[in-house]
């Protein structure tokens, strides 16, 4: 069947959710506790471990056949507008993103600052930035439009192409 990243990134959100839940029951259910006065049988909650097993290996053979798909798309399909596979967007993604907190924090430097020594000291001193923080304030706003072009090249990459999965 043929899905797109976002449908295959949902159909592998479901396939966790069915593997947590029948976790869940089993926890649940595998184990009972009775009273030496009551009638075991009427407690016992029902539970089957070779069923449960083979469900529990099958959602995981699934998984496996989903996440597969999803990591060969990513390393296979280029990013329009950008010399890159998807896999190598998803890695340069928060490498934009720490590099243009880095340059905000840079660009909110005052070119000089007043500094005082220790609490007892009565000189003072200054704190000069080594760089022009207009210059690091254009290479933020310049890396924040690259990174919203490359997350908008990416949405529509991963809502418009389609991957076979055979789940």
Partial sequence: M???SA??????RALNEQHDMLLSRESQSST?????SEDIESVRPEYDYEKTKAQLADIERRIRMVKHAINVFNTTHTVP???MTIDEALVYMPQLSA??????DMASELPKK????????NIIDYRYTNYEPSAAEAD?????????KLQNALDKVNTTEKMDIDV
């Fill in 2 to 4: 043929k899905y797109t």
């Fill in 81 to 83: 507008g950008f010399d």
């Fill in 32 to 36: 009972f506790v009775a009273a030496l």
């Fill in 140 to 148: 933020m706003l310049e890396l924040g439009d690259r990174l919203a």
């Fill in 7 to 12: 449908e295959a990134a949902k159909l592998l």
């Fill in 114 to 121: 007043r500094e005082r020594g220790g609490a007892q000291s």
């Fill in 99 to 104: 590099r243009k907190s880095r340059l905000a």
